[in-house]
């Protein structure tokens, strides 16, 4: 509403632009205004979408389909099919609504007490920022319902967004939330022997570190003989959690996770790339300096925690 006042009071194109379709005028910045509303709501769906997923699933191509044919039905409606588009517009906006509520149900239980006000925060801004759909564009084009229901939309609209923007604002992360959790990260020497470790935090079947990285020393050494290539496993999945290795040239990096997903493998790697850059000379010593590694701890937090 406020991009739709801005273009029409001082971009003066605005207000002579419209396109003809079927004896209906259609304004230019109505239609910018539609597109960003829209497409805001589309563009949230799948940051959801993309934390659940590596590659999106067909229902969220089919909601996207959906949503943007109703958008265009919308546009070339005739006296006929005025109810068509609000079908199809509620079909999307309850599909929406019903993906983040499950998804929801599924990230908040498996969140930290110390985020988990954040997180649910972020989901209810979300769930009024997505009210507003079927306010605005469903309700209030249904014959007979009363117009302030229809015009209440930016109310919704406007909450959720600043809840959603605060939330992020406050912790980035939360753009790209996820029920995937880190739960220890290990780097063994070309000897096997643990050079650093870090826990983020305990679980079910966890044990000490040290013992943790001779039984993965172990059991990465008999695999490796036991495959034909001689290649060292990449993954290991050990029920309720997974294990991602990343060999280096001098070190093998051990990422313990609840659910794997491209992102914890790419930061993996690059964790890998940066402890063997940084501490090479240190790491070709008969026996290393444990010390000297502290400073990479920082760094992990920084970019897992």
């Known amino acids: 509403m406020a991009l739709d006042l801005l273009l029409d009071q001082t971009f003066e194109p605005f207000r002579d632009w419209a396109l003809v379709i079927n ?98 925060l972020y989901f209810v801004g979300f769930l009024l920022w997505i009210m507003a759909l079927p306010l605005g564009v469903i309700l209030g084009n249904i014959p007979g319902v009363p117009s302030f229901i229809g015009n209440s939309w930016p109310l919704p609209y406007t909450i959720g967004l600043l809840l959603v923007a605060f939330t992020v604002n406050r912790n980035p992360r939360l753009l790209f939330v996820s029920e995937a959790r880190v739960l220890d990260y290990l780097v063994l020497d070309d000897n096997g022997v643990l050079v650093f470790a870090h826990r983020f935090q305990e679980y079910k079947g966890s044990v000490d570190s040290e013992l943790m990285g001779s039984a993965m020393s172990g059991v990465l050494s008999l695999m490796k003989e036991m495959l034909a290539s001689g290649q060292i496993v990449k993954r290991i999945d050990h029920g309720d959690v997974k294990i991602l290795v990343e060999p280096g040239d001098i070190t093998t990096s051990l990422l313990v996770v609840s659910k794997e997903n491209i992102r914890f493998r790419q930061t993996l790697r690059s964790l890998s790339l940066e402890f063997e850059s940084s501490y090479r000379d240190e790491l070709k010593k008969e026996i290393a300096n444990l010390v000297v590694f502290e400073p990479h701890r920082k760094r992990v937090k920084e970019v897992l925690s």
């Open 23 to 120: 004896s209906h005028i259609i304004w230019m910045s109505n239609l910018l205004l539609a597109f960003f509303i829209v497409g805001g709501f589309l563009f949230w769906y799948f940051a959801i979408i993309y934390s659940r997923h590596d590659v999106p699933p067909r229902s969220s191509l089919f909601l996207a389909f959906i949503a943007g044919g109703a958008l265009v039905g919308e546009i070339v409606k005739g006296d006929w099919s005025q109810l068509v588009p609000l079908i199809v517009e509620a079909i999307a906006a309850a599909i929406l609504i019903m993906e983040i509520i499950l998804y929801a149900r599924v990230v908040i239980p498996a969140t930290e007490k110390s985020e988990k006000s954040g997180v649910l």
